[in-house]
């Protein structure tokens, strides 16, 4: 793998606001949040957000693979006074491998080569590059995340040139080798016995040269288009949930593979039921003489047949419940129903229950009567 001059001069660090102990995942979160800040979409004709958005791009594509961040991290550690560095190169130092003994030496004559580049260690700048990751959101209605379903997503996103099939060539034409840097990408800047590796001007980095571009792609070799997007979605899926989709992000370059695709999902409310972890919820009126003296009750799940209920004599308003595997079903385990009783008042009452409900007054204040007068004196 060639290091590239920017590698001594940079923190990418820096570059993606995070510290040089972050993880793998707080990079590509510090990342995906800048790219979108600054990605030229969003910012049309703002020179300097795409220039900070190439130089983010540059420090993710270093930071963001495990071997060159280990490489890159070796290079910032050692340093150039470390590293033997001596005034006399066109940067103020230069490099003498030799000089280093064996471990070091070979540590950075694999990464840069030895004798300008020439010898054992010599890499190609063209290597094969990951596809971006989309981002897309999906609204689901409440029973689908509850069961799972099998949907279909609707987007327009980078996808393979459908005319030149991504060689960025005119059909009946092919992309040539660069001849400036014989379809490595990159050109050595010889200094002794140390080569820096830079971006090919004539070729841009990518080893080849197209006479003739394709009037879709214009030469990207990609293209934005519609398609669609096909997934499953498993039992019991939650509103602000992420799912990753691999490989049908944007398209990979240079055989690299596709990048992922990120759907967030956002789960409708449902009219009668709720949710906690696997388990169901939902609130069942009762009457009052059914809470009091005790009753069946049918209760509603969202499978549709109603369960039976017994509630005992004496059920206060607001208790809960549990109906055993009437909940979310997942792989890994089986929720319940969790039902909340909540004792029902009539607004309206007949002649025969108002004279019914005064009767119990008249019972129930003979009692709280009793009770009081055989309360011990001072209570």
């Known amino acids: 793998m060639a290091a590239q001059r920017d590698w001594f001069e940079k923190d990418f660090y820096k570059t993606l606001r995070v510290s040089a102990s972050a993880t793998d995942k707080e990079i590509t979160k510090a990342y995906r949040k800048l790219a979108r800040e600054l990605h ?52 103020g130092f230069s490099f003498n491998v030799g000089d280093m003994g064996g471990g070091l030496g070979d540590v950075l004559g694999g990464m840069f080569g030895r004798n300008g580049g020439r010898g054992r ?60 840097c014989q379809g490595r990408g990159v050109t050595d800047d010889n200094q002794g016995m140390f080569s820096f590796s830079s971006p090919c001007h004539l070729c841009s980095g990518t080893g080849r040269l197209i006479d003739e571009r394709c009037g879709t792609c214009r030469g990207g070799g990609v293209e934005k288009r519609p398609r669609e997007v096909k997934t499953r979605l498993p039992a019991g899926v939650k509103d602000g949930q992420t799912i990753r989709l691999k490989g049908r992000g944007g398209p990979g370059r240079n055989n690299g593979p596709n990048g992922d695709l990120l759907v967030q999902l956002k789960v409708m409310p449902h009219h009668m039921f709720g ?78 229950e108002r004279s019914a409900i005064e009767r119990l007054r008249a019972a129930t204040t003979v009692v709280a009567s009793e009770v009081s007068s055989e309360a011990p004196s001072g209570a």
């Open 40 to 91: 030229p979409d969003k910012n049309p004709g703002d020179d300097v957000a795409e220039e900070k958005f190439k130089e983010v791009s540059a420090a993710y594509d270093v930071l963001g693979n495990d071997d060159k961040r280990a490489e890159y991290d070796e290079i910032r550690r050692m340093g150039p006074a470390t590293m033997g560095g001596r005034p006399g190169g066109s940067d």
């Open 275 to 352: 949710r906690s972890g696997v388990n169901l919820t939902v609130a069942v009126p009762i009457a009052f003489t059914d809470a009091a003296l005790g009753a069946d009750i049918q209760v509603p799940t969202l499978s549709g047949p109603t369960v039976t209920l017994r509630v005992k004599a004496g059920t206060q308003s607001g208790t809960r419940h549990r109906v055993k595997g009437k909940g979310i079903e997942t792989p890994k385990e089986q929720g319940d129903l969790i039902v909340t009783v909540n004792v029902h008042v009539p607004t309206e009452l007949n002649d025969a």
């Open 121 to 180: 260690g010599g890499s190609s700048g063209v290597q094969p590059r990951r596809g971006t990751d989309i981002e897309a959101q999906l609204t689901v209605d409440f029973a689908d995340a509850v069961t799972g379903l099998e949907t279909t997503l609707y987007l327009t996103t980078d996808a393979q040139c459908s005319t030149c099939h991504g060689s960025g060539a005119k059909p009946g034409t092919s992309p040539k080798v660069c001849s400036n």
